[in-house]
């Protein structure tokens, strides 16, 4: 089992592009989050999907967009980056049933 | 709001020592708490989960207490080894909500603390 699989590791944009964070797992998990941490404020959810085809916001989800179109698979899209958006993004997923979270090891956003 | 705070930031410590983390949380009303461990580059590794119901968890040399009353949790490290060297955060889980849907599954995350053992 790989868990969970962020691509890319890490990413430099210029304010105003356009990317795609993949996240997937191959644990067969309904659960899955996408989270952003910086300094000094915690890792804050952004958006999360509770199923195939289910997506919902989290606390910080203004200017990211998600799509969940297979179960293993949960998108993290941003339309027109900012700086403010410089951050360390995290996934993870879990058994509905179950409260352990499983990680993958993040990607490293710069917006310069 | 939740809000999760943890002390202290920041520990260095010679191996072999015994210590203590803090975690506290400003609304008692939660479903479960966990204790994260973050090496750097990483994510996060699951350590242990207690319930609201129980008082604590062990995992080898590791030991979580819960006290919901006063809003704290401590993370107990037996024998500190160099290996131990993380940043180790708490997260609290919200009781669900009547409505159900959303409140569910949101974890509220303390900063962290960064933990230097030294052989």
């Known amino acids: 089992n790989a868990g969970v699989t962020q691509t890319p590791k890490f990413r430099v944009l210029k304010t105003g592009q356009s990317m795609t964070l993949l996240c997937a797992q191959d644990?067969?998990?309904?659960?899955m989050y996408w989270y952003r941490q910086d300094p000094g404020m915690g890792l804050r959810l952004i958006h999360y999907?509770?199923?195939?085809?289910?997506?919902a916001k989290g606390e910080v989800p203004d200017g990211y967009n998600v799509s969940r179109l297979k179960k293993q698979n949960f998108l993290l899209g941003l339309e027109s980056a900012a700086p403010s958006q410089t951050s360390v993004y995290f996934c993870a997923s879990r058994v509905w049933a179950k409260e352990k979270l499983f990680f993958g090891s993040g990607t490293q956003l710069s917006v310069l | 709001k939740q809000e999760v705070t943890q002390i202290p930031a920041a520990l260095s410590v010679p191996e072999g020592e015994n210590l203590v983390l803090n975690c506290s949380f400003t609304d008692s009303a939660i479903y479960n708490l966990q204790w994260f461990r973050q090496d750097p580059g990483k994510g996060l590794t699951s350590l242990l989960l207690?319930?609201?119901?129980?008082r604590e968890q062990t995992s080898g040399r590791l030991n979580a207490s819960l006290d919901k009353s006063s809003g704290r949790s401590t993370l107990y490290i037996a024998a500190s080894q160099p290996g131990d060297s993380a940043t180790y955060l708490c997260a609290v889980r919200r009781t669900p909500s009547n409505a159900g849907g959303t409140s569910y599954g949101k974890l509220t995350f303390g900063q962290g603390t960064i933990l230097t053992v030294h052989p």
């Open positions: 207690i319930q609201s119901s129980q």
């Open positions: 999907s509770v199923g195939e085809g289910t997506t």
């Open positions: 644990m067969n998990h309904e659960y």
